[in-house]
């Protein structure tokens, strides 16, 4: 069946680094994949998505490429800021396009 | 602003009692979930509205039922709560047909005693 698995966290890293989060998946169809962040004390919030292979989506200098070949779509960030400290989701749709299959989440935080 | 309410931020319930849990989505979006989120377990489907009275179970749906009387109200109803249904729930909604984006609530915290 569908699934997604990503890096477990957490995660901590020290402001200006790089940043990547691992995401693979399987899928049967429905090729869209995601990127939900949730910052402290909210709800999960679409950071970037793409439709296709070989897509890149980005969104506040975060981006990841889907890649078919690889079933991958790892999450990267050139120079971390204090404020992208959050938990980070890997999703794509399952069953029917409405309904999304999400990761169990990598909690980023950053140091000043 | 786009927005997706719900009833409580916090709430601490015993053992038996019967929970409400209420989400109010004003994007006259025609699907709406409820969720849970579990540490280590990411977020899980319970329960899927598409339409005013209709529902589909989710991956987890026992131990709850839903209602969806008006398009943006959708409700989570626990019968009788039980210690295990301690969690972070998330409503979200969506529009109707393909691959759309999900937008969250802030989530109720329940925690039952």
């Known amino acids: 069946g569908d699934s997604v698995t990503q890096m477990e966290g957490p995660v901590t890293l020290s402001e200006e680094a790089f940043l990547t989060i691992n995401c693979t998946y399987t899928?049967?169809?429905?090729?869209?994949l995601f990127w939900y962040v949730q910052y402290p004390g909210e709800g999960l919030q679409l950071l970037l998505k793409a439709t296709k292979a070989d897509d890149k989506g980005s969104n506040k200098g975060f981006e990841a490429t889907y890649r078919k070949e690889t079933t991958s779509f790892h999450l990267e960030k050139g120079s971390v800021q204090v404020s992208d400290s959050a938990v980070y989701f890997c999703?794509?749709?399952?069953?029917?396009?409405?309904?999304?299959?999400f990761g169990s989440g990598t909690r980023l935080s950053i140091r000043p | 602003d786009v927005k997706v309410t719900q009833s409580s931020r916090y709430l601490v319930k015993r053992t038996g009692e019967k929970v409400f849990l209420e989400c109010v989505q004003d994007?006259?979006?025609?699907?709406m979930f409820w969720y849970r989120q579990d540490p280590g377990l990411g977020l899980r489907l319970i329960y899927f509205?598409?339409?005013?009275?209709?529902?589909e179970k989710g991956d987890i749906p026992e131990g709850y039922s839903v209602s969806r009387e008006k398009k943006e109200r959708f409700s989570l109803i626990l019968e009788s709560a039980s210690t295990n249904q301690t969690s972070m729930y998330l409503c979200?909604?969506?529009?109707?047909?393909?691959?759309?984006?999900?937008?969250f609530g802030p989530g109720t915290r329940l925690t039952v005693l």
């Open positions: 999703a794509h749709p399952y069953s029917s396009a409405s309904k999304i299959i």
């Open positions: 899928a049967t169809g429905y090729p869209s």
């Open positions: 994007m006259d979006h025609e699907n």
């Open positions: 979200a909604s969506s529009l109707g047909q393909g691959v759309n984006e999900q937008f």
């Open positions: 509205s598409y339409d005013v009275k209709m529902k």
